[in-house]
């Protein structure tokens, strides 16, 4: 009974393609991220979405598409993967009426692009 | 918006010892939070201090905040090997609606 899951695990692709990433949350949360963590550990927010509306969408290339179906689903979509898109994806939760709580992640995403 | 920072960036102690992690920032917060990541695993939140606390305890965690030094500090005492992982300060700053990470520290405890 996982709360927050990703998929898939590890990905391997080449420059050029396309790949998405899929994320669901069982916890009745209203807020869902994404976070990109790169070869230094470093985290940056990317997107989020409450309740199926995009709220945040920091600096990053259009070739990131977020999509939210229903308030428990947020996928990643990447086109045209570079190689500096090689870095680990996390997706992560927040509860409703929580908008300083805590973060509940899943078990990221590694993406490598060759 | 700027990544805090983090010190040290690694640490490496015996187990039984204490280790210190400090986290400064330059924004006005609601909060400051206390993530641990282990190797290929998920983040995991461990403790939140609100920006009116000064002191909060969990376990063998205790975590201090000084807004006027804008600034928090982690201590985990009487480490253990299990507690081997990167630790993560994360921000909740004013008016904004997703949490700003540290750059971590890399803690090794020796068995």
């Known amino acids: 009974d996982t709360a927050v899951s990703q998929t898939p695990k590890y990905l391997v692709t080449q420059m050029g393609n396309d790949k998405s990433i899929k994320c669901e949350q069982n916890l009745g949360h209203d807020t869902m991220y994404w976070y990109k963590q790169d070869s230094k550990k470093f985290l940056k927010i990317m997107f989020s979405y409450n309740n199926k509306e995009l709220i945040i969408n920091e600096t990053v290339p259009n070739r990131f598409s977020p999509k939210s179906p229903d308030k428990a689903h947020l996928n990643l979509h990447i086109n045209s993967l570079e190689l500096g898109d090689s870095a680990v994806y996390f997706c992560?939760?927040?509860?409703?009426?929580?908008?300083?709580?805590?973060?509940?992640f899943g078990e990221g995403s590694r993406l490598t692009v060759l | 918006s700027q990544q805090g920072e983090e010190d040290p960036q690694a640490l490496s102690i015996q187990e039984g010892e204490n280790a210190t992690m400090n986290c400064s920032y330059k924004t006005s917060i609601n909060n400051l939070q206390w993530y641990r990541q282990n190797s290929g695993r998920g983040l995991v939140h461990l403790i939140l201090?609100?920006?009116?606390?000064r002191e909060k305890h969990s376990g063998r965690l205790r975590v201090t905040l000084d807004t006027s030094k804008k600034s928090s500090s982690l201590l985990i005492t009487a480490s253990r090997a299990a507690d081997t992982a990167s630790y993560f300060c994360a921000r909740s700053d004013t008016g904004r609606r997703a949490l700003t990470f540290g750059s971590g520290t890399r803690l090794q405890v020796q068995p």
């Open positions: 992560a939760s927040r509860g409703a009426g929580a908008n300083t709580g805590e973060l509940f």
């Open positions: 201090i609100r920006s009116n606390e």
